[in-house]
Protein backbone atom coordinates (compact mmCIF):
# COMPACT_ATOMS: atom_id res chain seq x y z
CA UNK A 1 0.00 0.00 0.00
CA UNK A 2 1.10 3.59 -1.12
CA UNK A 3 1.03 6.47 1.22
CA UNK A 4 1.09 9.89 -0.62
CA UNK A 5 1.21 13.27 1.65
CA UNK A 6 0.50 16.58 0.85
CA UNK A 7 2.28 19.04 3.35
CA UNK A 8 0.17 19.76 6.40
CA UNK A 9 0.04 20.01 10.10
CA UNK A 10 -2.23 18.19 12.45
CA UNK A 11 -4.49 19.28 15.22
CA UNK A 12 -6.20 17.78 18.20
CA UNK A 13 -6.09 14.97 21.03
CA UNK A 14 -5.30 11.47 20.59
CA UNK A 15 -4.11 8.97 23.37
CA UNK A 16 -0.66 6.56 22.64
CA UNK A 17 -1.54 3.18 21.68
CA UNK A 18 -1.05 0.53 24.65
CA UNK A 19 2.64 -0.21 24.85
CA UNK A 20 3.69 -3.33 23.00
CA UNK A 21 7.42 -4.08 25.52
CA UNK A 22 4.48 -3.90 28.20
CA UNK A 23 1.85 -6.14 26.45
CA UNK A 24 4.56 -8.86 26.20
CA UNK A 25 5.81 -8.94 29.08
CA UNK A 26 2.48 -8.99 30.97
CA UNK A 27 1.04 -12.00 28.96
CA UNK A 28 4.34 -14.21 29.51
CA UNK A 29 4.06 -12.85 32.90
CA UNK A 30 -0.03 -13.95 33.22
CA UNK A 31 1.39 -17.29 31.89
CA UNK A 32 4.07 -17.74 34.12
CA UNK A 33 1.08 -16.95 37.15
CA UNK A 34 -0.58 -20.69 36.87
CA UNK A 35 -3.63 -18.26 37.47
CA UNK A 36 -6.20 -17.15 34.96
CA UNK A 37 -5.75 -12.93 34.17
CA UNK A 38 -7.34 -10.53 32.64
CA UNK A 39 -5.40 -7.62 30.50
CA UNK A 40 -7.15 -4.52 29.24
CA UNK A 41 -6.39 -2.15 26.52
CA UNK A 42 -4.05 -4.87 24.34
CA UNK A 43 -3.42 -3.24 21.01
CA UNK A 44 -3.17 -6.45 18.55
CA UNK A 45 -0.47 -5.60 16.67
CA UNK A 46 1.21 -8.17 14.49
CA UNK A 47 4.02 -8.62 17.45
CA UNK A 48 1.99 -9.11 19.66
CA UNK A 49 -0.57 -11.75 18.17
CA UNK A 50 2.88 -13.39 17.94
CA UNK A 51 3.05 -13.82 21.57
CA UNK A 52 -0.38 -15.07 21.82
CA UNK A 53 -0.20 -17.55 18.59
CA UNK A 54 2.90 -18.93 21.07
CA UNK A 55 1.26 -18.57 24.34
CA UNK A 56 -1.55 -20.95 22.65
CA UNK A 57 0.87 -23.18 21.07
CA UNK A 58 2.68 -23.91 24.32
CA UNK A 59 -1.09 -25.06 25.78
CA UNK A 60 -2.22 -22.01 27.46
CA UNK A 61 -5.71 -20.71 26.52
CA UNK A 62 -6.35 -17.62 25.33
CA UNK A 63 -9.64 -15.81 24.74
CA UNK A 64 -10.12 -11.90 23.25
CA UNK A 65 -12.99 -10.01 24.09
CA UNK A 66 -12.22 -6.07 22.19
CA UNK A 67 -9.11 -4.91 23.40
CA UNK A 68 -9.05 -7.67 26.50
CA UNK A 69 -7.10 -10.40 27.09
CA UNK A 70 -8.22 -13.41 29.24
CA UNK A 71 -5.15 -16.06 29.96
CA UNK A 72 -5.81 -19.33 31.09
CA UNK A 73 -2.10 -21.14 32.09
CA UNK A 74 -3.98 -24.11 33.38
CA UNK A 75 -2.56 -25.83 30.84
CA UNK A 76 0.68 -23.80 29.95
CA UNK A 77 3.79 -25.73 29.00
CA UNK A 78 2.27 -29.12 28.71
CA UNK A 79 2.34 -29.57 25.56
CA UNK A 80 4.34 -32.12 22.97
CA UNK A 81 7.14 -31.22 19.84
CA UNK A 82 5.03 -27.41 19.38
CA UNK A 83 5.94 -25.05 16.74
CA UNK A 84 5.91 -21.27 17.77
CA UNK A 85 5.11 -19.11 15.04
CA UNK A 86 7.06 -15.68 15.86
CA UNK A 87 6.05 -13.96 12.31
CA UNK A 88 8.79 -11.01 12.36
CA UNK A 89 8.78 -10.27 16.47
CA UNK A 90 12.50 -10.39 17.69
CA UNK A 91 10.77 -9.94 21.21
CA UNK A 92 8.49 -12.88 20.42
CA UNK A 93 11.73 -15.13 19.82
CA UNK A 94 14.02 -14.05 22.03
CA UNK A 95 11.26 -14.28 24.90
CA UNK A 96 10.31 -17.91 23.92
CA UNK A 97 13.60 -20.00 23.13
CA UNK A 98 15.00 -20.01 27.12
CA UNK A 99 10.80 -21.46 27.62
CA UNK A 100 11.06 -23.88 25.00
CA UNK A 101 14.38 -25.17 26.09
CA UNK A 102 12.48 -25.83 29.57
CA UNK A 103 10.90 -28.75 27.57
CA UNK A 104 13.35 -31.32 26.96
CA UNK A 105 11.58 -32.03 23.93
CA UNK A 106 12.15 -30.42 20.36
CA UNK A 107 10.38 -26.98 20.31
CA UNK A 108 10.62 -25.52 16.51
CA UNK A 109 10.45 -21.47 16.39
CA UNK A 110 9.24 -20.11 12.89
CA UNK A 111 9.86 -16.82 11.61
CA UNK A 112 10.15 -14.51 8.76
CA UNK A 113 14.13 -14.28 7.26
CA UNK A 114 14.87 -11.41 8.40
CA UNK A 115 13.69 -12.46 11.68
CA UNK A 116 16.62 -15.29 11.55
CA UNK A 117 19.20 -12.94 10.23
CA UNK A 118 18.60 -11.39 13.75
CA UNK A 119 21.33 -12.13 16.27
CA UNK A 120 20.44 -15.20 18.06
CA UNK A 121 24.46 -15.70 19.28
CA UNK A 122 23.74 -15.20 22.91
CA UNK A 123 21.16 -18.45 23.21
CA UNK A 124 23.33 -20.53 20.99
CA UNK A 125 26.27 -19.84 22.45
CA UNK A 126 24.47 -21.21 25.91
CA UNK A 127 22.30 -24.41 24.03
CA UNK A 128 26.48 -25.41 22.57
CA UNK A 129 27.62 -25.38 26.25
CA UNK A 130 25.03 -26.86 27.90
CA UNK A 131 24.92 -29.87 25.23
CA UNK A 132 21.63 -28.59 23.96
CA UNK A 133 20.66 -28.74 20.23
CA UNK A 134 19.80 -25.80 18.56
CA UNK A 135 19.75 -25.59 15.15
CA UNK A 136 19.02 -22.24 12.36
CA UNK A 137 17.62 -22.47 9.03
CA UNK A 138 16.83 -19.28 7.22
CA UNK A 139 13.11 -19.14 8.42
CA UNK A 140 13.55 -21.47 11.87
CA UNK A 141 15.20 -22.21 14.54
CA UNK A 142 15.10 -25.38 16.69
CA UNK A 143 16.10 -26.27 20.22
CA UNK A 144 15.96 -29.01 22.37
CA UNK A 145 17.09 -28.78 26.18
CA UNK A 146 16.57 -29.57 29.95
CA UNK A 147 17.42 -26.31 31.05
CA UNK A 148 18.18 -25.91 34.88
CA UNK A 149 18.35 -23.37 37.42
CA UNK A 150 21.21 -22.00 38.34
CA UNK A 151 24.14 -19.32 37.57
CA UNK A 152 24.28 -17.99 34.28
CA UNK A 153 26.36 -15.12 32.65
CA UNK A 154 25.13 -13.59 29.52
CA UNK A 155 26.27 -10.46 27.56
CA UNK A 156 24.63 -6.83 28.25
CA UNK A 157 25.64 -5.44 24.97
CA UNK A 158 23.28 -7.31 22.00
CA UNK A 159 19.53 -6.98 23.28
CA UNK A 160 17.82 -6.59 26.76
CA UNK A 161 15.65 -9.49 25.19
CA UNK A 162 18.21 -12.12 25.84
CA UNK A 163 18.24 -11.19 29.57
CA UNK A 164 14.47 -11.08 29.72
CA UNK A 165 13.70 -14.37 28.13
CA UNK A 166 16.14 -15.93 30.54
CA UNK A 167 14.76 -14.30 32.99
CA UNK A 168 10.96 -16.14 32.49
CA UNK A 169 12.46 -19.53 31.69
CA UNK A 170 14.28 -19.32 35.30
CA UNK A 171 10.98 -18.13 37.01
CA UNK A 172 9.29 -20.95 35.17
CA UNK A 173 11.90 -23.23 36.69
CA UNK A 174 11.05 -22.45 40.13
CA UNK A 175 14.14 -22.65 42.20
CA UNK A 176 16.81 -20.03 42.90
CA UNK A 177 18.70 -18.78 40.21
CA UNK A 178 20.94 -15.69 39.32
CA UNK A 179 22.08 -13.99 36.10
CA UNK A 180 25.54 -12.03 35.97
CA UNK A 181 25.49 -9.37 33.13
CA UNK A 182 28.61 -9.11 30.82
CA UNK A 183 29.17 -5.35 29.96
CA UNK A 184 28.39 -3.05 28.42
CA UNK A 185 24.77 -3.56 29.65
CA UNK A 186 22.96 -1.69 27.00
CA UNK A 187 18.88 -0.94 27.20
CA UNK A 188 18.74 -1.90 30.95
CA UNK A 189 15.01 0.37 31.01
CA UNK A 190 13.96 -2.59 29.05
CA UNK A 191 14.63 -5.29 32.31
CA UNK A 192 13.15 -2.81 34.39
CA UNK A 193 10.35 -3.28 32.80
CA UNK A 194 10.06 -6.62 32.93
CA UNK A 195 10.74 -7.13 36.38
CA UNK A 196 8.36 -4.72 37.19
CA UNK A 197 5.84 -6.59 35.07
CA UNK A 198 6.60 -9.62 36.98
CA UNK A 199 6.38 -7.92 40.42
CA UNK A 200 2.99 -7.43 39.53
CA UNK A 201 2.43 -11.22 39.58
CA UNK A 202 4.17 -11.11 42.94
CA UNK A 203 7.35 -12.78 41.53
CA UNK A 204 10.49 -12.33 43.38
CA UNK A 205 12.56 -11.14 40.94
CA UNK A 206 15.41 -7.89 41.68
CA UNK A 207 18.89 -6.34 40.74
CA UNK A 208 21.01 -7.78 44.05
CA UNK A 209 23.50 -5.44 41.82
CA UNK A 210 24.02 -3.67 39.14
CA UNK A 211 25.32 -6.13 37.14
CA UNK A 212 23.48 -9.13 38.89
CA UNK A 213 19.83 -10.37 38.72
CA UNK A 214 18.61 -12.81 41.19
CA UNK A 215 15.18 -14.94 40.69
CA UNK A 216 13.72 -16.53 43.87
CA UNK A 217 10.95 -19.14 44.00
CA UNK A 218 7.33 -17.58 43.81
CA UNK A 219 4.25 -18.05 44.77
CA UNK A 220 2.54 -15.75 41.75
CA UNK A 221 -1.12 -13.87 41.84
CA UNK A 222 -3.52 -13.40 39.54
CA UNK A 223 -3.42 -10.19 38.30
CA UNK A 224 -6.29 -8.07 36.04
CA UNK A 225 -5.21 -4.45 34.90
CA UNK A 226 -4.65 -2.37 31.81
CA UNK A 227 -1.67 -1.89 29.53
CA UNK A 228 0.18 1.14 29.64
CA UNK A 229 0.66 3.52 26.97
CA UNK A 230 3.39 3.18 24.05
CA UNK A 231 5.91 6.04 24.72
CA UNK A 232 8.25 5.02 22.09
CA UNK A 233 5.23 5.04 19.32
CA UNK A 234 3.85 8.24 21.25
CA UNK A 235 7.12 9.89 19.66
CA UNK A 236 5.75 9.92 16.41
CA UNK A 237 2.81 11.69 17.36
CA UNK A 238 4.45 14.14 19.56
CA UNK A 239 6.70 14.75 16.83
CA UNK A 240 4.68 16.68 14.92
CA UNK A 241 4.66 19.34 17.99
CA UNK A 242 7.79 20.05 16.76
CA UNK A 243 7.42 20.74 13.11
CA UNK A 244 4.63 23.34 13.51
CA UNK A 245 1.34 21.05 14.83
CA UNK A 246 -0.64 21.26 18.23
CA UNK A 247 -1.26 17.54 19.16
CA UNK A 248 -2.28 16.52 22.69
CA UNK A 249 -0.73 12.94 23.25
CA UNK A 250 -2.59 11.62 26.35
CA UNK A 251 -2.17 7.52 27.69
CA UNK A 252 0.41 8.00 29.15
CA UNK A 253 2.47 6.83 32.49
CA UNK A 254 4.80 10.03 33.37
CA UNK A 255 6.58 7.98 36.46
CA UNK A 256 6.64 4.65 33.30
CA UNK A 257 10.03 2.99 33.06
CA UNK A 258 10.01 2.92 29.57
CA UNK A 259 13.06 4.60 28.39
CA UNK A 260 12.04 5.74 25.55
CA UNK A 261 10.39 8.16 27.33
CA UNK A 262 13.60 9.98 26.76
CA UNK A 263 12.18 10.93 23.34
CA UNK A 264 10.44 14.37 25.11
CA UNK A 265 14.15 15.92 26.38
CA UNK A 266 15.64 14.95 22.35
CA UNK A 267 13.30 16.25 20.82
CA UNK A 268 13.74 19.25 22.69
CA UNK A 269 17.49 19.11 22.45
CA UNK A 270 17.15 18.66 18.78
CA UNK A 271 14.71 21.61 18.43
CA UNK A 272 17.06 23.73 20.34
CA UNK A 273 20.54 23.40 18.92
CA UNK A 274 22.66 20.32 17.02
CA UNK A 275 22.84 18.27 19.86
CA UNK A 276 24.87 14.80 20.39
CA UNK A 277 22.42 12.24 21.70
CA UNK A 278 23.39 8.78 22.73
CA UNK A 279 20.81 6.21 21.47
CA UNK A 280 22.52 3.12 23.29
CA UNK A 281 19.52 2.37 25.57
CA UNK A 282 16.85 4.13 22.67
CA UNK A 283 17.28 2.17 19.20
CA UNK A 284 13.78 2.37 18.77
CA UNK A 285 13.46 6.00 18.25
CA UNK A 286 16.57 6.00 16.02
CA UNK A 287 14.57 6.68 12.83
CA UNK A 288 12.25 9.30 14.26
CA UNK A 289 15.02 11.17 15.71
CA UNK A 290 17.43 11.04 12.32
CA UNK A 291 14.27 12.51 10.79
CA UNK A 292 13.94 15.39 13.31
CA UNK A 293 17.13 16.18 13.30
CA UNK A 294 17.00 16.34 9.27
CA UNK A 295 14.22 18.66 9.67
CA UNK A 296 15.65 20.84 11.75
CA UNK A 297 19.27 21.75 12.10
CA UNK A 298 20.94 18.23 12.72
CA UNK A 299 22.73 16.10 15.60
CA UNK A 300 25.29 13.69 15.93
CA UNK A 301 23.88 10.46 17.55
CA UNK A 302 26.47 7.76 18.60
CA UNK A 303 25.47 4.66 20.36
CA UNK A 304 24.16 3.61 16.77
CA UNK A 305 25.45 0.23 15.71
CA UNK A 306 22.09 -2.03 17.26
CA UNK A 307 20.37 -0.38 14.32
CA UNK A 308 21.69 -2.86 11.64
CA UNK A 309 20.00 -5.78 13.17
CA UNK A 310 16.34 -4.42 13.56
CA UNK A 311 13.63 -5.11 10.85
CA UNK A 312 15.40 -3.28 8.59
CA UNK A 313 19.24 -2.26 8.92
CA UNK A 314 17.79 1.32 10.08
CA UNK A 315 20.45 3.64 9.73
CA UNK A 316 20.93 2.77 5.65
CA UNK A 317 17.60 2.65 5.28
CA UNK A 318 16.90 6.01 6.73
CA UNK A 319 19.86 7.24 4.87
CA UNK A 320 18.44 5.88 1.20
CA UNK A 321 15.00 7.30 1.85
CA UNK A 322 16.73 10.89 2.87
CA UNK A 323 18.43 10.71 0.03
CA UNK A 324 15.44 11.12 -1.98
CA UNK A 325 14.72 14.03 -0.33
CA UNK A 326 17.74 15.88 -0.80
CA UNK A 327 19.29 14.66 2.44
CA UNK A 328 21.33 12.01 4.05
CA UNK A 329 23.16 10.64 6.96
CA UNK A 330 27.20 10.44 7.45
CA UNK A 331 28.13 7.15 8.94
CA UNK A 332 30.82 6.22 11.37
CA UNK A 333 32.07 4.14 13.80
CA UNK A 334 29.26 3.11 16.24
CA UNK A 335 27.92 7.19 15.37
CA UNK A 336 25.72 8.28 12.77
CA UNK A 337 25.60 12.36 11.69
CA UNK A 338 22.79 14.17 10.74
CA UNK A 339 23.81 17.03 8.77
CA UNK A 340 22.13 20.25 8.41
CA UNK A 341 19.50 19.89 4.83
CA UNK A 342 16.75 21.50 3.35
CA UNK A 343 15.03 18.04 2.51
CA UNK A 344 12.28 18.61 -0.27
CA UNK A 345 9.38 16.58 -2.13
CA UNK A 346 11.10 13.54 -3.77
CA UNK A 347 9.52 12.65 -7.69
CA UNK A 348 10.29 8.80 -6.29
CA UNK A 349 8.24 6.77 -4.16
CA UNK A 350 9.70 6.15 -0.88
CA UNK A 351 10.73 2.34 0.33
CA UNK A 352 8.92 1.84 3.79
CA UNK A 353 12.06 -1.33 3.84
CA UNK A 354 8.82 -3.43 5.60
CA UNK A 355 10.13 -1.50 9.08
CA UNK A 356 7.21 -0.17 10.68
CA UNK A 357 9.22 2.54 12.38
CA UNK A 358 11.02 3.78 8.88
CA UNK A 359 7.22 4.28 7.98
CA UNK A 360 6.47 6.60 10.51
CA UNK A 361 9.49 8.42 10.49
CA UNK A 362 9.37 9.04 7.01
CA UNK A 363 5.65 9.90 7.19
CA UNK A 364 6.59 12.36 9.76
CA UNK A 365 9.13 13.79 6.86
CA UNK A 366 6.18 13.49 4.10
CA UNK A 367 3.90 15.87 6.51
CA UNK A 368 6.60 18.52 5.64
CA UNK A 369 7.81 18.36 2.11
CA UNK A 370 5.03 15.84 0.78
CA UNK A 371 5.73 12.77 -1.47
CA UNK A 372 4.53 8.99 -1.41
CA UNK A 373 5.88 6.00 0.36
CA UNK A 374 5.03 2.61 -0.20
CA UNK A 375 4.96 -0.20 2.10
CA UNK A 376 2.85 1.07 4.82
CA UNK A 377 1.25 -1.93 5.88
CA UNK A 378 4.40 -2.50 7.98
CA UNK A 379 2.78 -0.39 10.81
CA UNK A 380 0.58 -3.38 11.53
CA UNK A 381 3.94 -4.74 13.27
CA UNK A 382 3.38 -2.25 16.20
CA UNK A 383 0.84 0.50 15.62
CA UNK A 384 -1.97 -0.81 13.24
CA UNK A 385 -3.78 2.34 13.84
CA UNK A 386 -1.13 4.66 13.02
CA UNK A 387 -2.48 6.24 9.21
CA UNK A 388 -5.85 6.28 10.97
CA UNK A 389 -4.86 8.22 13.71
CA UNK A 390 -2.99 10.86 12.20
CA UNK A 391 -5.91 11.46 9.49
CA UNK A 392 -8.08 11.73 12.64
CA UNK A 393 -5.63 14.81 13.95
CA UNK A 394 -6.02 16.37 9.81
CA UNK A 395 -2.74 15.10 8.35
CA UNK A 396 -3.50 15.11 4.19
CA UNK A 397 -2.63 11.46 2.86
CA UNK A 398 -4.05 9.21 0.76
CA UNK A 399 -3.78 5.58 1.03
CA UNK A 400 -4.27 3.34 -1.99
Partial sequence: ?????????????????????????????????????????????????????????????????????????????????????????????????????????????????????????????????????????????????????????????ISSQFITGLIFALLYLGESSSISIIPPFESRSYVDLTISALKSFGADVRFAEDLKIEIEPSTMDSYTGKIEGDWSNAAFLDAFNHLGSSVSVGNLKPESLQGDRVYKEYFESISAGTPTLDISNCPDLGPILFAMAALKNGAVFTGTDRLKAKESDRGAAMHEELQKCGGGLIFGDNEIVVPKQTLQRSDMVLDGHNDHRIVMAMSVVLSIVGGSIDGIEAVKKSYPNFFNDIVQLGAKVDIK
Wanted: include cysteine.
Fill in 1 to 157: MIATFEPCTLAGSIDAPPSKSMAHRYLIGAALSGKTCTLSGVDFSEDILASIDCLKALGAKISINGNTVEIDPSEFMQVDNPVLECRESGSTLRFFIPLALCLGKPVTLRGSRRLMERPLDVYEELCHAKGFTFTKTEESVTVCGSLQCGEYELKGG
